[in-house]
């Protein structure tokens, strides 16, 4: 999952399957909630700002 402009990418075997839109500024978002079948392998944090 990236956050972009537009939204955050969904990205499954390096091919983006979807996009959801920003509903709130991304900047206020301090949370990410996966719900299913899923093994994350990594999480990168980018801080833009700097």
């Given at each position: 999952i990236r956050?972009?402009?537009e939204g955050?990418?969904?990205?499954?075997?390096?091919?983006?399957?979807?996009?959801?839109?920003?509903?709130?500024?991304?900047?206020?978002?301090?949370?990410?909630?996966?719900?299913?079948?899923?093994?994350?392998?990594?999480?990168?944090l980018n801080?833009?700002?700097?």
């Open positions: 956050c972009e402009d955050y990418n969904i990205w499954l075997d390096s091919k983006m399957i979807g996009l959801f839109k920003h509903r709130i500024p991304p900047t206020t978002a301090d949370t990410l909630q996966i719900h299913g079948d899923v093994v994350l392998y990594q999480i990168v801080d833009d700002d700097d």
